[in-house]
């Protein structure tokens, strides 16, 4: 359960402007079709943190505990600073430019692409190697996603101007970090690492 809140929180204020929260804006100004957009985001969340925790339980049986926890804590240490780094969203990310897929097509396409790489992909990999529970991070993860994108879809630039980004990236790098230093300063030794 823990792995599942903790992916779940982390997640989910990481995602606050992120780059695929700008997107979801743009999508639903763009289509204004909120359900299929909403499907979309879960359907591309799920298969691209499914690989990410794949390759993050993956990464546990590849590495020694002590140079996997050294990884770990370093990794989420750059994720700190990572998380303080405002996003913006490139224009061959934005989707929906000459595709013909509909509305959920072009919103799985655009959300799979953009979270290629992206800090909560990362984050992923990071925590399903630090929990070693691939499915409670997956579901936690995408829980997360859609705790910060399905808003912005459902009330679009409403809500934008009004949530305190910065402080919202403030708490999660805190998050980050104390998860870096506890996992560098041994508190993973419970979970092997």
């Known amino acids: 359960m823990e792995a599942f809140l903790v992916s779940t929180g ?3 204020l990481a995602e606050i402007g992120d780059k695929t929260q700008l997107l979801a804006f743009l999508l639903a100004a763009r289509f204004r079709k909120p359900l299929p957009i909403c499907l979309g985001i879960l359907i591309a969340t799920a298969v691209n943190h499914a690989g990410a925790g794949a390759l993050g339980a ?6 020694s505990p002590q140079t996997l926890r050294w990884g770990l ?5 750059v994720m700190a600073i990572w998380t303080l780094i405002p996003d913006k969203i490139d224009e061959e990310e934005e989707g929906g430019k000459g595709l013909k897929l509909g509305v959920l097509g072009t919103t799985i396409v655009a ?8 800090k909560t992909q990362i984050a992923t990999v990071a925590l399903a190697a630090q929990f070693q529970a691939f499915v409670a991070v997956v579901a936690g993860t995408t829980l997360g996603m859609m705790i910060a994108n399905v808003p912005a879809v459902l009330l679009g630039d409403r809500i934008a101007g009004r949530i305190p980004v910065r402080l919202v990236h403030g708490i999660a790098a805190l998050i980050f970090a104390v998860i870096g230093v506890a996992t560098l300063s041994g508190a993973g030794a419970r979970f092997g690492l």
């Open 10 to 12: 982390i997640v989910a």
């Open 73 to 77: 804590g370093l990794g989420f240490l």
């Open 111 to 118: 959300f799979f692409l953009a979270e290629m790489g992206d």
């Open 58 to 63: 993956w990464i546990t049986t590849q590495l």
